[in-house]
Every structure is written in structure tokens, then in C-alpha cells.
């Protein structure tokens, strides 16, 4: 219990001025055609990680949109992220039967900032990488504590 607590405060640690980056960068992102957004993310992501590509379909159609949809609602609702903690637990016990181990969060993160960044060209700085790394961070901590146990 006392450790349920702990990821659920987990989830509330972005500052209000992170969140707005977060958001404000992600509406420049959505501007483009979520295929090409997913096609670089998992290009990059399968490039520097190639022992990954087998965990997924051999087909990759299907999975273009989920992963950007996904972002969509959790970005939209970052700042109540509570709301979100039985589909963001859901989530992360679906990843624990596709194999996914806490190592390969990390991987993934790096792959998404490397897309964020490619993408929002001059409004990528420092402070925005920062909140998106705190973003990630949150995200992914919390995907990982819930499976851990
Ligand atoms: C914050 C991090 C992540 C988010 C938001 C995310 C999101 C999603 C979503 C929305 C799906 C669609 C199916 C479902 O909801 O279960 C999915 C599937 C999947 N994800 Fe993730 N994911 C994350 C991290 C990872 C990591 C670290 C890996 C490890 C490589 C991974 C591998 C997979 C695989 C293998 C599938 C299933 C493909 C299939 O069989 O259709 N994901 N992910």
C-alpha cells in the first residue's frame, strides 16, 4: 500500500511550467502527419536498438497510430494525470506480456526525444528538453513501479 502511494505521487512531480512546454511543443508535433512521426520514431528506435524490432508485429501499420493517440490523451491531461492511472497501469501490465523490461524504457525515451527534437526544430532548447525528460520520466517510472512488483 504504502508503496502504491509512492507511484501515485509519482505522477504529479512536473512543475506547471513543464507541463506547458510539454503541451505547447506537442501541438507543434501534432501539425504533422502521425505516420511520419511514428515512422521516424520507430526508424530511429529499431536503428539503435535492432534486437527490439522482434517484439513487434512483423507489419507496423497497426502501430503507428496507437503509440501517438496514446501520447495525445496523456499529454491532454497531464496535469490531472490521476485521472489516467488505471489505463496507464492497464498499459503497462499489457507491456510486461509483450516482453517489454524495464531497460528497454530508456531506449524508447531516447528514440522519442531524438523525434521531438528532429521535429520542433528552433523551439527545441534546453529547458524543453529538460520538461520532456521529466515528462518521459514520469510516465515511464510509473510504468515500470507498477510492474515491478
Ligand atoms: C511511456 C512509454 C510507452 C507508451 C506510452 C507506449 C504505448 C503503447 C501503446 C498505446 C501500445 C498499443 C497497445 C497497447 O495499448 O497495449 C503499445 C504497444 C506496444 N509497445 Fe509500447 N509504449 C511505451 C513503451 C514501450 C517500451 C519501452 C517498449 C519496449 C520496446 C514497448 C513495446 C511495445 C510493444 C512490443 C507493443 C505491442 C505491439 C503489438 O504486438 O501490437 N512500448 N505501446
Not at 31 to 54: C, Q, V
Not at 72 to 96: C, P, S, Y
Not at 114 to 133: C, D, H, S
Amino acid at each position: 500500500m504504502v508503496y502504491l502511494v509512492g507511484v501515485l505521487n509519482q505522477m504529479n512531480m512536473l512543475t506547471a511550467k513543464e507541463i506547458a512546454l510539454v503541451k505547447k511543443s506537442w501541438l507543434t508535433i501534432r501539425k504533422t502527419d502521425p505516420l511520419i512521426i511514428s515512422n521516424e520514431f520507430y526508424g530511429k528506435l529499431f536503428y539503435d536498438n535492432p534486437e527490439l524490432r522482434k517484439m513487434f508485429p512483423q507489419s507496423m501499420e497497426g502501430q503507428y497510430g496507437k503509440l501517438i493517440d496514446m501520447l495525445n490523451t496523456i499529454i491532454e491531461r497531464l496535469e490531472k494525470l490521476d485521472d489516467l492511472k488505471g489505463d496507464i497501469f492497464q498499459m503497462a501490465n499489457r507491456h510486461v506480456n509483450y516482453g517489454v523490461m524495464p531497460e528497454h524504457y530508456n531506449m524508447v525515451g531516447k528514440a522519442l526525444l531524438w523525434t521531438l527534437q528532429k521535429n520542433l526544430g528552433n523551439e527545441w532548447n534546453a529547458e524543453l528538453r529538460t520538461a520532456w525528460v521529466n515528462c518521459y520520466a514520469v510516465l515511464s517510472g510509473t510504468m515500470i513501479a507498477v510492474t515491478a512488483r
